[in-house]
């Protein structure tokens, strides 16, 4: 395992996120380091930074890399982005960082910014065709995406501590001010008109502030999922909660469930920025990106011997990543998987389901036995928390409660989804239902994990008959599966008989 | 890593269990399969094997070894117990077993059956003097204990199987059969007048039955934890039971909650079996233990190169474990140890707490991050459900919930303790705040995780005053852990300041 550091040091926050990898193969997040060091704190319209932001950001730049040294990291790239790049006083900013340390900081370049933020989101969002954007504390990136191809980017200084210094001097935020923010926050914008060509596809949301703000709403709507990633925030949501920031003092905002306190006074703006920018483009809604700038550039060294450092297929990517994480046995979860999708492709006049519901199967069936790295004894309840804890590329929501309850049933019992009820349809708990019954017979016919049973026959009629193709005795598989095919007879509500071929 | 399997044929169940180890250094159950193959039933006073049990058993013990050969297990050792030693007819069961696997089956002695009962418990209970049992299907074994060395031991045809079939012929029991089982057991135990001088220590129960025992207590009580491993057992809740399964039809105790289906029948002998051994003896409660034969087994084999083997300090064993098989950080852990330490002793005229809490608070140090291999975010959450789940020796219940606490708040914010009110003491609340606001001090001293902070120097006045003696420039840690102080102002009632030494 290699590891690499990334740091990035932006306008409000400067973070560290270090990643154990196999290049190409397998990685995860060790480490998270996040400081609100607001390098440009009253950097004003003379662009200098002043020297508490300085100090303060030499700190955590110093503080990170010592923890990289100390911590086995092979390699550490930093890079400065909007506040350092625009510095009219570079060099003051440079003496002081070499001063204490050896760091080799990087400023990169607002068409790089945006590149790095489009990799981090192209490969972990469910994101083929749409926008991008990028809204940090100096500025905000807004990049159009066709076929998860970059095609452009575009920057404007229209950054949340930026703005928050321009046009937030009240509080409350008075009208006048709150009339100014929107209106600079559209002139930020007026230039994209190709945005709107894009507003057939999604639109992808990444840094603090959308993370922020998707905090906020989960809350007010006390979404079940801890998860941000993935999450959908719509237009209505964030101008709910412009009205409720722009309404409470400062300190009131802190009352509001969710709200971080470092964040207290530089959301309103960046809602703001948000709110224009999906009009703008004509959106509704937007999905959160957990993944950003850092993990754009762990990307590029992650995937360095692709000609793109693009995942071809994020899901099947992530899923697999973390069995490997979790030391699943590829050959039982292989036969579990391929029993499971003959079954379901065969049961296929019966359900009416899908591609998407079979790769979500196929999915669970890799994933069915991760629980055992947490401890043997339940490991389908571990299995279903490692699955919601769990770095996912590409999914929505909804598949995730989907592959986590899959999993949650794969033994026994049932995995209650009354709580999953803002996130699921109503016939997913028929899907699911289902879904499980087929995963389940699947491991009970792998019950002595050996592969004995190549495959089975269903024939449909009153009754469902699965016939069991076997290389050698599988009398224990099929006494086995027949004990345990009630949730089968149950969800399709047909007799299930199990018999060796 | 190597790979164990143990099957254990009992007169009731038979079990494999699979440890994938290290031999001396760290272990894992990777595989657990359990069948109910009653290879005692029917056997009757001629104690003729009957063909169906035997070809149940050899069909299971013939799974259990395709499981083995085809998941990597290196070596797979199989013992068979009270039915299979004492049947008249062996030889039909060698003849079936031969016919369908290779597996080579030993025939263990009621003396080795106890010895291994008592390696499993002795090196996974907190008990250093008193008696272990093992009721199984056809015999309990009962073991003195003094200084956790094995002094005596005492086998008799007490088991679950045996007893039921020859004394439970009503259904719901009558007062008849009650009275003869409870004569019956009472007869089995008489002649261990030994027992009576080891009711100064504790009794530890091994079987199924004991297990089942405890998960419907738990039921009944709501209890709020999973494990049953270390639950303690009243002599009064065993009572409870079993008039509730008197009471009772076969059927109908399937809605006793947490009663397992296998289970109904043979529980009431179980149950009355164990409440007679525990008065025989004087013992008003069992400590529960989730091992036994098969891990006594597999403890011969990973401590091999021990004159014994028995675990020095189970405790601090498992906890290090844990830490390895989830990959602790060695050097950032145990600085944080220290610290905590540290600041332990010299808090001690505030606290007044004793080398107890200081042992769990060192544990809880060693094991603060290890929820990052589940997931960086909220990894604290996820380090107290990985505990709640590892196999933890030699601790309490409170223990447990305590050290699990303490790695919950190691960040920020706070774990609800009450759920976990019929565990904790009403002083345990600022006893885990204190302990907590300790760790999450000196986590905050190791923000860096470079080893800065050496050491911290307590003076204790009107308020806390901290002296950091650090190796190089802490000015950023000395930061941190002020702004992290809060807690432990709060749990301590003074004011906190954090300086440079």
Redesign the interface.
């Known amino acids: 395992m290699k590891k690499l550091g990334v740091i990035d040091l932006g306008s409000n926050t400067t973070r560290l996120i270090v990643m154990a990898y196999e290049p190409g193969y397998s990685f995860r997040?060790?480490?998270?380091?996040s400081e609100t060091v607001r390098l440009a704190e009253g950097i004003g319209p003379s662009r200098m930074l002043q020297p508490t932001p300085i100090r303060r950001a030499v700190?955590?730049l110093?503080?990170?890399y010592?923890?990289c040294?100390?911590?086995g990291v092979d390699q550490v790239i930093a890079v400065g982005t909007s506040a350092i790049r625009e510095a009219a006083n570079q060099a003051e900013f440079w003496t002081a960082l070499r001063e204490?340390t050896a760091l080799d900081l990087r400023i990169i370049s607002a068409e790089e910014e945006a590149y790095f933020g489009y990799l981090g989101a192209i490969n972990a969002l469910p994101l083929h065709t749409g926008a991008l954007f990028d809204t940090g504390g100096g500025s905000t990136q807004v990049m159009a995406v066709r076929n998860r191809e970059l095609t452009q980017s575009f920057s404007v200084q229209a950054g949340v501590v930026r703005f928050t210094e321009q046009y937030v001097q009240s509080d409350p935020v008075s009208r006048a001010d709150l009339r100014r923010l929107r209106e600079a926050a559209h002139t930020a914008f007026a230039p994209i008109d190709w945005i709107a060509d894009l507003s057939d596809g999604k639109l992808g949301g990444i840094g603090g502030t959308v993370r922020q703000l998707a905090r906020i709403d989960q809350k007010m709507r006390h979404y079940p999922l801890?998860r941000v990633h993935g999450y959908v925030l719509s237009r209505e949501a964030i101008e709910r909660i412009i009205e409720e920031l722009a309404r409470r003092s400062r300190r009131d905002r802190l009352q509001i469930p969710g709200m971080k306190e470092e964040r207290v006074d530089i959301t309103l703006a960046g809602a703001v920025i948000i709110a224009t920018l999906m009009d703008r483009g004509g959106f509704s809604s937007l999905l959160v990106s957990g993944q950003g700038v850092r993990e754009g550039i762990f990307y590029q060294h992650f995937l360095a011997d692709q000609p793109q450092p693009l995942i071809a297929d994020p899901r099947r990517f992530s899923v697999l990543n973390l069995a490997h994480l979790t030391h699943y046995?590829p050959?039982?979860c292989e036969r579990v998987a391929h029993l499971s999708l003959s079954l379901f492709d065969q049961l296929a006049p019966l359900h009416g389901y899908g591609a998407w519901e079979r790769e979500l199967l196929g999915y669970a069936a890799i994933l069915h036995d991760i629980g055992?790295?947490?401890?043997?004894?339940?490991h389908h309840k571990?299995g279903e928390?490692?699955i919601h804890?769990?770095?996912l590329l590409g999914f929505s929501h909804r598949e995730i409660v989907i592959i986590a309850s899959l999993v949650r049933n794969h033994r026994k019992g049932w995995g209650e989804l009354a709580p999953y009820a803002p996130i699921l349809t109503p016939d997913d708990e028929t899907r699911i239902a289902r879904l499980s019954a087929m995963l389940r017979l699947s491991e009970y016919l792998e019950?002595?994990?050996?592969?004995?049973v190549r495959d089975v026959r269903v024939q449909l009629g009153e009754e469902i008959v699965i016939d069991i193709l076997a290389d050698g005795?599988a009398?224990?598989e099929i006494w086995e599966a027949s004990r345990r095919s009630g949730l089968l007879r149950r969800s399709f509500g047909r007799d299930v008989q199990i018999r060796a071929a």
């Open positions: 997040l060790t480490d998270e380091v700190e955590a110093h503080m990170f010592s923890l040294q100390s911590t204490v801890e046995e050959q039982h055992i790295s947490v401890g043997y004894y339940d571990h928390y490692l804890n769990a770095t019950r002595s994990k050996s592969q004995i005795d009398h224990v």
